[in-house]
């Protein structure tokens, strides 16, 4: 079984930046991509970013050119780095991993570290 585990979340001000980082955990297994979620309040979970084994990375529209996603294969480790933050990305980020390098086939999560941007 994998065990995800996410740190770094806070209370940082609108245009600010946080970095969230994401250990993976557990024997016999194998991860290949891995990437970070989100849900905000009232709203469905939705795709921030992913990361293949490889590097390739894909972001949603609206973190594009402000957030970074990076991964230590040696670490098992998935970060996130946060610029510029809008109000509205106010939400619960998760993170996610897959035995597949298909960032919509993840199968296991973490338990979620919230992040709130103030004004």
């Known amino acids: 079984q994998v065990q995800l585990v996410e740190s770094g979340g806070g209370l940082v001000q609108a245009g600010g930046s946080l970095g969230l980082s994401c250990a993976a955990s557990?024997?016999?297994?194998?991860?290949?991509?891995m990437g970070w979620y989100r849900q905000a309040p009232g709203k469905q979970r939705e795709l921030v970013a992913t990361?293949?084994?490889?590097?390739?990375?894909n972001y949603v529209g609206s973190v594009k050119g402000r957030f970074t996603i990076s991964r230590d294969n040696a670490k098992n480790t998935v970060y996130l780095q946060m610029n510029s933050l809008k109000l509205e990305d106010t939400a619960v980020y998760y993170c996610?991993?897959?035995?597949?390098?298909?960032?919509?086939?993840?199968?296991?999560w973490g338990k979620g570290t919230l992040v709130t941007v103030s004004s």
């Open positions: 996610a991993a897959g035995r597949t390098d298909l960032y919509y086939a993840m199968e296991y």
């Open positions: 557990g024997s016999g297994f194998t991860i290949k991509a």
């Open positions: 990361i293949t084994s490889g590097g390739m990375t």
